[in-house]
């Protein structure tokens, strides 16, 4: 079992920062794919980006490519998303995901679907 838990969202301007941190506990010596989705309200949940710990590929949505910077530290087993240039679209909630195998995905799709452990997700919220 994997049990993963979110910090650091919150309210910042468009154009400002916001740094978000998954602690990941339980099986920690396996390799996961783990990764970070977002879900606006109305909306389906997206995949925003993703890696394996055991490899170097690394998923960006398109939305983001260029603004935010997924990275996982091994020692502390704690995965962060750090998102700059934030925009109001950027509003949603933000849940840390993570699965036994290694990440894959199709064109610039990352399916929830194919993720086994879930945080309870963190708000952000980017106003303009």
């Known amino acids: 079992q994997v049990h993963l838990a979110e910090s650091g969202g919150g309210s910042v301007q468009a154009g400002g920062s916001l740094k978000l941190s998954c602690a990941v506990s339980g099986r920690t010596t396996s390799k996961l794919c783990v990764a970070w989705f977002r879900q606006g309200q109305g909306d389906e949940r997206e995949g925003v980006a993703a890696l394996y710990t055991g490899g170097s590929n690394i998923f960006y949505g398109d939305s983001v490519k260029g603004r935010f910077t997924i990275n996982h530290d091994n020692a502390k087993n704690t995965l962060s998303l750090e998102m700059n240039t934030l925009k109001p679209e950027d509003t949603a909630m933000y849940y840390c995901?993570?699965?036994?195998?290694?990440?894959?995905?199709?064109?610039?799709?990352?399916?929830?679907?194919?993720?086994?452990?879930w945080g309870k997700g963190i708000q952000v919220s980017v106003s303009s």
């Open positions: 995901a993570a699965d036994d195998d290694p990440c894959w995905w199709v064109g610039s799709r990352l399916e929830p679907r194919h993720f086994r452990y």
